[in-house]
């Protein structure tokens, strides 16, 4: 997978722009205002009964079609790819893109930052702190040197791996000893040498 989406999504982004996917992310995927919370509980599948919201509903980024995706080969989402030859959608959760002429969930840059902006907004609304906490995404000089450098370097001269089978051990050392010194581990042994004195002396009697 990489930064760069694959060859379909480039070519639906030269022929129509990043804005269909940023206009589906900013109303029913992003929740910036309480309209958008109401909008984005009233989606559901296009073609499953009123009832039902159908799994994992997904958003063609061709046209206006919701469609739920119950698995690889099966879901109203496929039907709709099958019947319109729309092969991009929108994973209508964390705004995925999905190919189906690929397959898989692609990954593009520009719909990154699309998804780091409203998920700010988002956050700020929600009057949540979670956007300050985002996984590291390298950049393309990031990249080059994990190309160059894929094996771990070993800084301080040491074996990290041995330090770290040492500090579980160590780690389950201590909770043992804590388990010998407990209350609880006092009680249960006083109770066991109970019971063999009260066995030995049945079979004394």
């Given at each position: 997978m990489t930064e760069n989406g694959c060859i379909h999504l480039n070519n639906f982004k030269a022929a129509k722009g990043i804005q269909p996917y940023k206009t589906i992310y900013s109303f029913i995927i992003s929740c910036t205002s309480p309209e958008?919370?109401?909008?984005?509980?009233?989606?559901?599948?296009?073609?499953?009964?009123?009832?039902?919201?159908?799994?994992r509903l997904h958003s063609c980024l061709h046209c206006i079609f919701f469609g739920c995706y119950?698995?690889?080969?099966?879901?109203?989402?496929?039907?709709?790819v099958q019947l319109k030859k729309h092969y991009l959608a929108v994973e209508l959760v964390y705004g995925k893109?999905?190919?189906f002429q690929c397959k898989d969930y692609v990954h593009d840059s520009e719909c990154t930052?699309?998804?780091?902006?409203?998920?700010?907004?988002?956050?700020?609304?929600?009057?949540?702190?979670?956007?300050?906490?985002?996984?590291?995404?390298?950049?393309?000089?990031?990249l080059e040197l994990l190309r160059r450098n894929p094996y771990r370097?070993?800084?301080w001269g040491t074996?990290?791996?041995?330090?770290?089978?040492?500090?579980?051990d160590l780690r389950r050392l201590v909770l043992r000893?804590?388990?010998?010194?407990?209350?609880?581990?006092?009680?249960?042994?006083?109770?066991?040498r109970y019971e063999v004195n009260l066995s030995r002396t049945v079979r004394a009697d």
């Open positions: 958008s919370r109401k909008r984005k509980a009233r989606v559901k599948c296009s073609m499953c009964c009123p009832q039902s919201y159908g799994p119950m698995g690889p080969c099966s879901g109203h989402i496929h039907d709709h893109i999905m190919c930052e699309i998804e780091f902006q409203y998920r700010q907004k988002s956050s700020r609304f929600l009057q949540s702190s979670s956007w300050l906490y985002e996984l590291w995404c390298p950049d393309q000089i990031e370097r070993n800084i074996n990290s791996t041995a330090l770290q089978r040492m500090r579980i000893l804590d388990w010998f010194s407990s209350a609880e581990h006092l009680r249960q042994s006083r109770q066991s």
